[in-house]
């Protein structure tokens, strides 16, 4: 590999859209030690030890046993129930719960369960417990302690945080004669439960760009369990929570179902998700990294600065997050969130911010709402944004509405995020009804160029006129200390070609550029403007594409790349035409050669073959001949037919100036 090829990755990686993962430096995620800003649990069929056997089936009683160790002290009452087979309460069961340090609620329909357990009993609980303890202290002793008791056991689990669980009672003659523990066992044929993640960890950037927080959850892939949904409920503080957004990536053929109970909260979602309070129709995602720098690199880049909490899980069919408020997380009990269905006036503003249908640059905001996505909020009239003279315009399927940042009363106060209103205007009978829905538009902190025909920096498009002056624009904002902020370098790279060095140290290197004033600076945005005219040599390919990339940096050598693609336009040239090459030029001057020769030649066999062409032939021939041959009236012509010569006329008299007749 030669030394051009080491633009390559910075190349791609903007090609692909991807976050370039040195950004997500200077974030190195820590275990959160303190306390915790979400509670987060999932549905797991997963064990931590546990096996089952099918020793009891002999005795009098169906044993099984849970053993529960906890992380940290549980906030909230264990609930354990259990379900009798389809059959009923056919056969005595009997539950060990060893659970010292913590509460629990246990239900049953099985009145006649035998209860062995240490745990406090919450208000709840159907039966109270009138058997001892035992006193093992050890898993094999505890698997004794049952074999001896009762004269078997049907199944034993060991849980890790358990919120909730759901034990199935039944002996299967399949099973093992005897129960011996295995590490992660799957207990889903007899037990599904709700854990608690207590692995959260988060960080934060240097600098202080952005000041919002991201939660993101990764959901691991599980091969041997087949889920294709996800379900997740959403539970926010009562209170809420400014510039947060949550990010979930998991493979992209599952879908996410989303119950969202008071969260005024983004949402970045890989694969397809619905709001299954809402409606059932499926919204694209997003292609999110499949990595830790990449998702910490993608939070970053949507400006949010502080990764308050960033999870792993496997995947789950049910999933359950409550986003706490920092100064009370922990004080008050985590309770399961709930999603009552959102209210006509709390509906615009739950979907809206769901679908986040606003895009912002560094100088415009583009909304674009599918009419589609809108049938939960019956007659939308039309959208506009706070100023209402900039409304969107509307066709079949879409709204959509375009502004630069400086108009329809979009304020740039925070911090890498423009704020706006978008005004809903619904039809109620013969009167209309507006229904406001505050939002935040990330401005991404990227570079941005722009190719522009003309000096007055206008109507930027992605063409490249040969021999004709062209105008770029590179723009970035940057909060903090702006002048910090240079444009480090631009070339112009064409297929073929070597490349072209057009700026560098904000000073024009190449023939024909030039630096050009840009305009002042606002709000922390830094601009640079240069001019350049691109030529092709005579005789040489003009290319039918180039790229224009620049790299802007700060002094500790942070460094921004942006690639535009352009086409290439030759003014001598029809648009989109390729050109022809000498061999095709060649090939189609002999094609044309050999059409026209062919042509003439099938002319002239038709031209030859015809009766009027043989009867001027024969008298052109006629009057080479003798002329006994050329007189039509000669004996011998008539003597060969038959017929009889008619009789000779006198010549007529010679004129004068004629010559003397033969004789």
């Known amino acids: 590999m030669g030394p051009r090829t080491a633009p390559l990755l910075p190349l791609l990686l903007a090609l692909l859209g991807r976050p370039d993962p040195g950004r997500a430096e200077g974030c190195n995620l820590q275990p959160v030690t303190t306390e915790l800003p979400i509670t987060l649990s999932y549905a797991t069929g997963t064990v931590s030890r546990g096996c089952v056997s099918r020793s009891s089936l002999g005795s009098g009683h169906e044993v099984h046993i849970l053993s529960i160790e906890w992380s940290k002290v549980p906030a909230v009452p264990l609930t354990v129930s259990v379900t009798p087979r389809a059959s009923g309460c056919t056969r005595p069961a009997v539950l060990v719960l060893l659970c010292a340090r913590c509460s629990s609620t246990i239900t049953s329909p099985c009145s006649d369960l035998l209860l062995h357990t240490d745990a406090h009993l919450s208000p709840g609980t159907t039966f109270t417990p009138s058997l001892e303890v035992p006193t093992a202290t050890s898993e094999k002793q505890l698997l004794a302690w049952a074999q001896h008791t009762y004269g078997g056991v049907t199944s034993y689990s060991k849980l890790q945080d358990p919120r909730s669980i759901h034990l199935r009672l039944g002996e299967e003659t399949s099973s093992p004669q005897d129960c011996n523990p295995q590490d992660h066992f799957n207990a889903t044929s007899y037990l599904e439960s709700e854990v608690f993640f207590h692995g959260v960890k988060g960080c934060s950037r240097g600098d202080s760009q952005g000041m919002g927080a991201a939660h993101i959850i990764r959901l691991q892939p599980e091969p041997s369990l087949p889920v294709t949904e996800v379900n997740l409920a959403v539970s926010c503080p009562e209170r ?50 499949d990595t830790e720098e990449g998702l910490i690199a993608k939070a970053f880049e949507k400006n949010y600065s502080v990764i308050a909490s960033y999870s792993v899980i496997p995947t789950s069919t049910h999933v359950s997050l409550e986003i706490q408020e920092h100064a009370e997380a922990g ?68 709204f959509m509405l375009k502004t630069p940042l400086s108009h329809c009363g979009t304020s740039l106060e925070g911090r890498g995020h423009a704020n706006n209103e978008l005004i809903l205007n619904l039809a109620k009978g013969t009167a209309l009804r507006s229904v406001r829905v505050a939002f935040q538009c990330n401005i991404p902190r990227e570079l941005f160029l722009r190719l522009f025909p003309t000096a007055a920096f206008e109507a930027p498009q992605t063409e490249l006129e040969v021999n004709k002056e062209a105008f770029v624009q590179a723009s970035m904002r940057w909060e903090d200390h702006p002048s910090d902020l240079q444009l480090k370098e631009c070339w112009l790279v064409a297929p073929g070609r070597e490349p072209v060095l057009l700026m560098q140290g904000g000073e024009a290197r190449g023939k024909g550029v030039a630096v050009l004033e840009g305009p002042p600076s606002t709000r922390g945005r830094k601009i640079w403007r240069f001019s350049f005219t691109y030529t092709v040599p005579e005789g040489r390919h003009v290319p039918f594409s180039a790229t224009l990339k620049c790299k802007a940096g700060l002094q500790n050598n942070t460094i921004f790349e942006k690639v535009l693609e352009v086409t290439v336009k030759d003014g001598w040239r029809l648009p989109n035409n390729r050109g022809l090459g000498l061999a095709a030029v060649l090939g189609i001057t002999f094609g044309a050669f050999l059409i026209g020769a062919l042509l003439t030649a099938g002319l002239w066999y038709i031209y030859s073959h015809t009766p009027g062409f043989q009867h001027s032939t024969s008298l052109r021939e006629q009057q080479h001949q003798p002329q006994h041959w050329q007189h039509p009236e000669h004996p011998l012509l008539h003597q060969q037919h038959g017929l009889t010569p008619p009789e000779p006329t006198q010549p007529p008299a010679a ?4 010559p003397p007749q033969p004789h």
């Open 331 to 398: 004080r008050r009990a985590p309770a399961t969130p709930t999603a009552p269905a959102p209210t006509i006036d709390s509906l615009p503003n739950v979907l809206l911010l769901m679908l986040q249908p606003w895009k912002c640059t560094d100088e415009t905001m583009e909304i674009i709402i599918a009419r589609s996505h809108l049938e939960p909020i019956k007659d939308v009239v039309n959208i506009t944004l706070r100023d209402i003279s900039c409304q969107a315009e509307k066709n079949a399927t879409h």
């Open 655 to 658: 004129r004068l100036g004629d």
């Open 240 to 289: 809420p929570v400014s510039n947060q957004i949550l990010i979930l990536q998991s493979p992209a053929n599952l879908t996410w179902s989303l119950s969202v109970n008071s969260c005024h909260i983004q949402f970045l979602v890989s694969g397809n998700y619905k709001i299954a309070t809402m409606f059932s129709q499926l919204l694209p995602g997003k292609v999110l990294p």
